[in-house]
Structures are given as C-alpha cells and as structure tokens.
C-alpha cells in the first residue's frame, strides 16, 4: 500500500456561473470536512476564484485553471502568479490537454508556467497524455515521457514536493471512453519510472501521479487501488457536488 497521500482535483473548466460555482463549492466543502485521508482541490473559472474561495473551508484548497510566467507587464489576458495567489489559490494546472491541443500551448510554454507556479510557492499539477492517434500508433509511454522530461525542465529535486503529475490520456476525456485499470496503472507505472530516472527512487516514489480519464463514482475504487494511482483529477463528474464527493470518498478510502 503506498504511502502517498492521495489527491484529488476537481476541475471546472469552463463551467457554472457565480451562483452555481459557491453552491458547488460549499457542497464540496461541507462534505469533505473531517475527510483526513485525501487532499482535495477544486479549480473554478478564472472571475469566480475569490466567490469560490469564500466558500471553501480548510478541506478543499482553491486551484487554478491555468497561469502565465511572467510577473506583470503588457500581457493582455493573462494572468500571474501574484494575482492568483491575491485570490487565495494555492495550486494551478499546467499543460492540461485543453491547453495543448485546443489552445496550442507547447511544451517550452509549460514549462516556463510550471517552473513560475513553483518559484511562487504553488502547488503544480502538469498534466501529461497522448491522443488517440498516438495511443493507437503505440507511442503513449514516448509522449508521456517527453511532456514530462520537457514539463520538468529546470524543477529541482527540492520543489518536486509540490509537484503532483495528472496523466490524462486525452482520447479517455469526455469521450465516455475509460482506460481499464491495468492500462492505466502500466501508464502510470512508466511515467513513476521517467521520474526515477530523473530524480531518484525515493522523490519518484514520493510523487503523486493522478489519473485524469473520465473517472466516475462507478470506476473510482478500482483505479485508485492501483499500487502507482494517487487520486485523479476529475472533470465532468466535479460538477455534480453528490459525484465529485463519491469520488472523493474512493480516494479516502
């Protein structure tokens, strides 16, 4: 049984409004209190970070969808590290699928943003997958290992502390389609592998790996028994207060 604390990310994308974002987020909150087991976070739209944050409690920590590395300056649209943290966010994602594929975002990019979330004292999700077409040309365990090695370019063994990784297989999001366990803990398994070789048995054994492929109440419990899962971080289901909470449960165990 591994040791690592497991964690758990809810992530809202482009989703709710200000009222529906508090309700969910007081849901959330009320049911995870006293849950010891599991860490959890909730990554709401950027202009409802602090009605959020208001109506978290100790249990949920407020997270951020994405971020940019500079500090300031004439970047219309963006957002910084300051700002995020002026709004009570203690983690961030970077390289989600979303942001790869449909934004266009490279790994260069991510990892600038990754290594600013860290400087800043963030807690850094980098979010790691193939698609569909490299899945099927057998090159998953390739492309996780090059979005890592670049994601991770220039992060001491010191910060990789506040590194959680989410390997989100992108053919598996919002497809309805869901890696079985074994595939998903071989995928895993590799990418804990990448870290050793980067930073040691001991750090790679100590970092959280989540699974991101459409993960469901009805799933939860076999994929975060796998020996190399910690957690996943959840999309569609983080919507639904009474399905994120089920999920949550699983990862408390």
Same mark, same amino acid.
């Given at each position: ?28 909150? @009320?049911?995870?209190?006293? =849950? ?30 994405? =971020?940019?590395?500079?500090? @300031? ?12 943290? /002026?709004?009570?966010? !203690?983690? &961030? ?5 979303? !942001? !790869? ?39 998953? @365990? ?12 220039? &992060? ?5 502390? !506040?590194? &959680?990784?989410?390997?989100?297989? &992108? ?11 074994? /595939? ?58 009474? @399905? ?10």
């Amino acid at each position: 049984m591994s040791k690592r604390r497991p964690i758990i990310g809810g992530n809202w994308k482009m989703n709710t409004n200000a009222e529906s974002a508090v309700a969910l987020a007081r849901g959330v909150a @009320d049911g995870c209190a006293g =849950l010891s087991g599991v860490e959890v976070f909730v990554c709401p739209p950027f202009p409802y970070l602090t009605h959020v944050g208001s109506a978290l409690n100790n249990a949920v920590m407020l997270a951020a969808q994405d =971020l940019y590395h500079e500090p @300031d300056g004439a970047f219309t649209g963006e957002i910084s590290t300051a700002m995020l943290a /002026d709004c009570g966010v !203690r983690a &961030v994602l970077t390289g989600h699928s979303e !942001r !790869r594929h449909v934004i266009g975002e490279g790994d260069a990019l991510i990892n600038k943003k990754t290594r600013a979330a860290l400087n800043a004292g963030l807690l850094a999700v980098l979010c790691v997958g193939e698609k569909l077409d490299q899945r099927d040309a057998g090159e998953t @365990d390739a492309v996780n290992e090059r979005q890592i090695r670049a994601g991770l370019a220039g &992060v001491t063994p010191d910060q990789m502390a !506040r590194v &959680v990784i989410a390997y989100e297989p &992108v053919w598996a999001i919002g497809t309805g389609k869901t890696a079985t366990p074994a /595939d998903a803990q071989d995928a895993h398994a590799k990418i804990r592998a990448v870290l050793t070789d980067l930073y040691g048995p001991e750090i790679a054994g100590a970092t959280r790996i989540q699974y991101g492929g459409s993960v469901k109440a009805s799933n939860a419990a076999e994929l975060f028994g796998q020996p190399d899962i910690d957690g996943g971080l959840i999309g569609g289901a983080s919507l639904k207060t009474a @399905d994120f909470l089920d999920i949550v449960r699983a990862a408390a165990g």
